[in-house]
């Protein structure tokens, strides 16, 4: 059983290392707040690392001051959670393996000793909320603030289509142990500093259709500009996939002068994970992201040839099978 297996890991470890993805989303942050918290309330030494550091969005969360942007020492056992590759944790493992990985990307190889992979969870901090327990690790208030406010952020409150009634009663559990749902959910998707909007309203104005196919994209200038200083979208990838009568939505991220990162969001049946994945990234069929070198105008260009001719061989596709179907 998988369960005994990370029992015994975390049993026979002193200094437990935890680490999730560059510029961390509401799940990366919670599971590695759940599982550091719950692990030092069970005695053990925890070093929570996130190379991008924490996002103003989830500074309230129990712990987020005991988060560092690298490890200080070498850790008896490495966890990487919510992270469908080890590129993806900014290189902060150095050249240590990645003793377990907790993960629900669907990209995601198992590239642990000890892999918890499972697709079907509605986020990482779900599938940690089911399985803690069983590792002798307490989910009191704090943890299970940490858990909810993950599932809360990566479903964009529970509308994503892998919510589930197991979704919801996870989140019912987590409330039973002390999480205010109308708080965190107030934290992680409505309320927004002025820094963020403004930033919005910079790739707002760059927005462009063609078809069911929306673009837009965010510069180091924009963010400048802004006066948003974070390195992530300020979730404007949520308002890009409310958009009506769009099969795909992508926006470009400015890094810096010779990296972009692309986020594509899809309606439900679509498959922009595949796409992701041919270029190193990865992620969720409705919802992936890729890290591309290359200048803004470079990268966007190479992307969206690659998601016209995704959408042309979907519509191909459609059609044949309409086709079928009429001399049937």
Not at 203 to 225: F, I, M, P, Y
Not at 233 to 245: C, F, G, M, R, V
Request: proline share 3%.
């Amino acid at each position: 059983m998988i369960d005994d297996q990370i029992k015994q890991a975390i049993n026979n470890a002193s200094l437990v290392g935890i680490t999730s993805h560059i510029r961390p989303d509401g799940d990366a942050v919670g599971s590695v707040l759940a599982l550091g918290l719950a692990l030092e309330k069970a005695g053990k030494k925890v070093e929570m690392v996130l190379h991008s550091g924490v996002s103003n969005t989830f500074r309230h969360l129990a712990g987020t001051e005991l988060v560092k942007r690298s490890f200080n020492a070498d850790c008896d056992l490495y966890i990487v959670v919510d992270c469908s590759d080890l590129q993806r944790s900014g290189g902060v493992l150095n050249d240590h393996q990645a003793d377990i990985v907790i993960d629900h990307h669907i990209t995601n190889k198992g590239f642990g000793r000890i892999n918890l992979i499972d697709p079907s969870a509605v986020a990482s901090c779900a599938i940690l909320a089911e399985h803690m327990p069983a590792w002798g690790l307490t989910i009191d208030e704090p943890v299970a603030s940490a858990l909810l406010s993950g599932i809360i952020s990566d479903s964009i409150g529970f509308r994503t289509s892998n919510t589930s009634a197991r979704s919801l009663r996870i989140a019912a559990d987590l409330m039973d142990k002390g999480a205010d749902i109308t708080r965190l959910y107030n934290k992680a998707l409505i309320s927004k500093p002025f820094e963020s909007i403004n930033y919005w309203g910079f790739g707002l104005a760059k927005l462009q259709r063609e078809d069911t196919l929306v673009w837009t994209s965010l510069s180091l200038e924009d963010r400048k500009n802004a006066g948003y200083r974070d390195e992530d979208d300020a979730d404007l990838t949520n308002i890009l996939s409310s958009i009506e009568d769009i099969d795909i939505a992508i926006l470009f991220i400015e890094q810096n002068a010779n990296h972009v990162k692309v986020s594509w969001r899809a309606r439900p049946g679509l498959d922009v994970a595949s796409i992701a994945a041919s270029l190193g990234g990865g992620g969720h069929p409705p919802a992936a992201g890729a890290d591309l070198e290359g200048t803004l105008p470079e990268v966007q260009e190479k992307i969206l040839q690659l998601t016209r001719e995704y959408l042309n061989e979907i519509k191909i596709q459609a059609n044949n099978s309409n086709k079928s179907r009429e001399t049937e």
